[in-house]
């Protein structure tokens, strides 16, 4: 895809999705990115080959709760949009310390969309009509589906039933506000579960990953008959180019691959891949690690994705099945392991100092 010169500023671009959207911006487009990170243990910068350092990517230490250091960076460097991804996103985390949620998920994003606001409403009137902020939520703001439900889509109720989906709803929200209160070029895109390499391990996949290349049991919540709709980091990104680009002004785009597949499916599937690409050196199958454990209180049951708008206003299709997804997922970590292992070490071990001054 083909854009034109511009300058974007994001927010939480060191995450997984944030990091993966940064490359996909330096490798596809001319676009300078301005980068706002408080690079906390999930942020991560090193690994990205030729994108990190970049001529056209600048990091800027600091959080979206500083209004102060936001104001500064809009007028410095005059961005066209704004991609706001910065955020705490583990559930389980939300369930120990929710303070953290609501200080970073709606706290600021209130700092972020008051000083977005002022800057908007100063710019000249050509560029102020291309301004755009799209903001990243999740598909958790919309609860849990029973098995006969019919899957999220734009006009599906928010229930959020965790801390980490009730601050993004609490966001959304806000964001909304500004939307129809202040005529604010603003727009919203719900993703659904996304996987791929280089993720941090508190997450599913790269969790039972990382306990079959140590020998570990893998952890599974339950009884395992979750179902999620599981998106590669790739075509996520694609598609939040694309809502950017073209996507309608104060609408949602629910963003999803459209595959359902019940969590200890997904881990038979991951431990068939180990079984064929490293085998266990007692002989018996991956599988055989699985341990079932207590579930996470009020786990959803399901969450599922109707992606009909986006397909049908942007024409956008996911390219990477599940299968070739999570091949290639395998993949990178039985080649990266041994040095992703290294950084996480220090990673957790920064985030204990941190916790304990």
Known sequence: MKAQARTVLITGGAGFIGSNLIMCLLKSTDWQVIHLDALTYAGNLEGWGECFPHERHQLIRG????????????????????????AESHVDRSIDGPAVFVRTNVTGTAHLLEQALHYWQHLPDDKKCRFRFLHLSTDEVYGSLSPDDAPFSENTRYAPRSPYSATKAAADHLVGAWHHTYGFPSIIAHASNNYGPRQFPE??????ILKMLRGETIPLYGDGSQIRDWLHVHDHCRALLEILERGEVGARYLIGSGR????????RMLCALMDEQSPRADGLPHETAI?????????DHRYAIDSSRLRDQLGWQPEITLEQGLRDTVDWYLTHG????????????MERLGRSR
């Open 203 to 208: 997450k599913l996949i790269p969790l039972a």
């Open 260 to 267: 359902e597949t019940r969590n200890r499916e997904l881990l």
């Open 338 to 349: 041994p040095w992703w292992e290294e950084i996480l070490q220090q990673r957790y071990t």
């Open 63 to 86: 959080c979206v709760t500083d209004a102060a250091l936001v104001r500064q960076l809009l007028q410095d460097h005059q961005p066209q949009a704004i991609i706001h991804l910065a």
């Open 291 to 299: 341990c079932m454990v207590t579930d996470r209180p009020g786990h």
